[in-house]
């Protein structure tokens, strides 16, 4: 292991946005093959610490390096899950298109997606339990469909690295359980998941690493070291309690 | 029919084509207004363009102007992220500034140039069948007919070779970013179409129509389908239709031809808002009326189901109980019949087999919350909708 790079390994991470900064001097090492939740208060920085790693954001100071190298050259090792919230849903499509849309990356310009796309996006449908809505306009989809649309459309990607944008938000609890299946399944064939959550009970449940975030970097781990009361306090700024461990 | 008017016909399509592309995806975007933008501000660029060419259709004025387009979107943006003024701000900002220098040297520069205001405003369409292309000797057509043409080439070639990348940094800028297809230059690229195909329009229709015929096609496509192709194609559909009825109503109205174009698209669109089949405004009023009947026979079916006691049955009852005028209870009551859901005896009204059945699996799909399962059932089960 130790011989192994990291799947990120993020150094001296400044990001700022209009001069306030939103993260501050940030120095995290994901393992590789771990499912990570990034917990934190709102406006901790967690979706702007997504963004960086996946360069859609500049940072000011600091780098980001995934298994060594800068994201740039690791584009098809990564997939990303934004949040729901950031594409219009009345857009004239089907949820078969959107699905496809994550073979462009292996595509690259100019080539359009083939019949070999289709198969790929059609499994992927099946494997979130969403075949039976392909040719559904996207905004017929109810918030947890839409959600599980988005993971489909990672899981064609076919990446080493899956940042997902609190997939969990505005979905029902059946649509809950059945997304962190495929994330603990992927785990298991040695995918890194790292997941944007805010659902604090669950965290013992559901993830084995946990990175603690407030602007700067709190603490980072496996669950059963540091998911505790005192990182909690730390992160959140009260005196926080929650049933852990139990 | 006269070659001059098939002429102005085939550059009015043309133009209505190359406006209707870009225009898709600018609707889309949520960026129409931005057209608006472009339209105008590039008239210093025309203006200057033809001072060093002398010629109006030449490419080098086009590409100055087009030039002047895309300074504008990249002002505009510069602006806006200052953070001082939101984007509508800004667009109303910028464009009557650079507008209002090209009006100023055409009027400062009257007699050189051969331009007026009505003109750029409008656009005179029907005189360009004048303006030809002469090569060694040989008349082979209307100048503007080729320079549209032209640019409804480019714009073609570029949807074909790009179409995917547009349609995913269109739909989801993130995405497209992480998968390595720069939002930046797609943007910048659509830009720098749109400007040309402005610029290229601008003689025909005029800064201000031409919002008309990049914005109205596609706004009205967008009622009709959930297909970007079909999208796409109903856009050019109605371009080609407002260019070729708007010809034939100018020429009954003796008005202006790019007038009467936009006239005809704001009927085209006006028609599909109200009569779109699914998202008109009438089909949505009828489907909602439609939705609100059925759903008080539902709870009419499960009153019904819950009291065996004929007291709890009987028509007046029901009436009071469920608490629904004279008239509702009426139209639910003869709707429960005509699909034999319900039968009637002594003014007592009891479930049929079939309605015992309708009502036994509506109540399993909404206490699993399955709303689309409902409508399957109504579909199986009911001869007459609400």
Not at chain 2, 196 to 223: M, S
């Amino acid at each position: 292991m130790k011989d192994r790079l990291p799947a990120i390994r993020i150094d001296d991470l400044t990001v700022a946005y209009d001069y306030k900064p939103v993260l501050w001097d940030i120095d995290l090492i994901i393992p590789e093959g771990v499912l990570m939740a990034i917990v934190g208060p709102n406006g901790a920085g967690k979706s702007t610490l997504i963004k960086s790693i996946l360069g859609i954001i500049k940072p000011i100071a600091g780098s980001v390096q995934v298994f060594g190298q800068p994201y740039k050259k690791q584009v098809d090792k990564v997939a990303y899950v934004p949040q729901k919230g950031s594409v219009d849903w009345d857009f004239p499509t089907t949820a078969l298109d959107v699905v496809m849309m994550g073979t462009y990356g292996s595509l690259g310009w100019i080539k359009r997606p083939g019949q070999k796309e289709k198969k790929l996006a059609l499994e992927a449908l099946e494997k979130v339990g969403m075949l039976e809505f392909k040719n559904r306009q996207i905004s017929q989809l109810s918030g947890g469909q839409q959600q599980r649309i988005f993971l489909a459309r990672a899981l064609v990607q076919n990446a080493a690295i899956y940042l997902m944008d609190e997939p969990f938000q505005g979905v029902d609890a059946t649509t809950e359980k059945a997304i962190i299946n495929i994330l603990k399944e992927l785990r298991k064939a040695g995918k890194t998941l790292i997941v944007v959550h805010h659902d604090l009970q669950t965290v013992p449940e559901y993830f084995d690493w946990v990175t603690f975030l407030n602007v700067k970097g709190i603490a980072s781990g496996p669950v059963k070291d540091i998911f505790n009361d005192d990182n909690l306090t730390k992160t959140y700024g009260i005196n926080y309690k929650v049933a852990v461990n139990q | 029919m006269t070659s001059a008017q098939l002429e102005i016909q085939l550059i009015g399509a043309i133009v209505a084509i190359a406006c209707a592309i870009p225009g898709t995806f600018l609707v889309l975007r949520k960026m129409a207004m931005i057209s608006d933008a472009i339209s105008h501000s590039i008239l210093p660029g025309i203006v200057l363009g033809f001072f060093i060419t002398q010629d109006l259709n030449s490419p080098l004025l086009i590409l100055l102007a087009a030039l002047t387009g895309v300074i504008t979107v990249i002002l505009v943006e510069f602006i806006q992220k200052t953070g001082l003024v939101k984007e509508d701000t800004a667009i109303g900002l910028v464009f009557p500034a650079l507008f209002s220098i090209g009006v100023i040297l055409i009027a400062k520069n009257a007699n050189d140039v051969h331009l007026d205001i009505d003109a750029v405003l409008l656009g005179e369409l029907a005189f360009a069948p004048f303006d030809r292309l002469v090569v060694d000797g040989m008349d082979i057509g209307p100048k503007s007919l080729w320079v549209i043409g032209s640019i409804l080439l480019i714009t073609l070639t570029l949807l074909l070779l790009f179409f995917k990348e547009l349609k995913l940094s269109t739909f989801d800028k993130g995405l497209a970013a992480t998968l390595g297809f720069s939002p930046a230059i797609l943007h910048y690229g659509l830009m720098t179409i749109s400007s040309v195909t402005v610029v290229g329009a601008f003689d025909a229709v005029g800064a201000v129509l031409v919002v008309a015929l990049i914005i109205a096609p596609a706004a009205t496509a967008y009622l009709l389908t959930d297909n970007l192709k079909h999208m796409l194609f109903l856009s050019c559909c109605f371009g080609i239709f407002a260019a070729i009825a708007g010809y034939w109503l100018a020429n009954v109205l003796d008005a202006s031809i790019a007038g009467s174009m936009s006239t005809v698209l704001g009927i085209v669109f006006l028609l599909v808002y109200l009569f779109a089949p699914k998202q008109g405004v009438f089909s949505v009023f009828f489907k909602e009326r439609q939705q609100r009947k059925e759903v008080s026979l539902l709870v009419f079916l499960l009153h019904l189901q819950n009291h065996q006691e004929a007291e709890e049955r009987h028509v007046n009852h029901l009436r009071e109980h469920i608490n629904w005028q004279k008239v509702q209870a009426k139209t639910v009551l003869e709707l429960a019949s005509k699909n034999n859901l319900i039968y009637i005896s002594d003014n007592i009204v009891s479930l049929t087999d079939k309605g015992q059945e309708f009502t036994d699996e509506a109540l399993l799909y909404i206490t699993t919350n399955k709303v689309t399962a409902i409508e399957e059932l109504k579909e199986r089960f009911f001869l007459f909708r609400g």
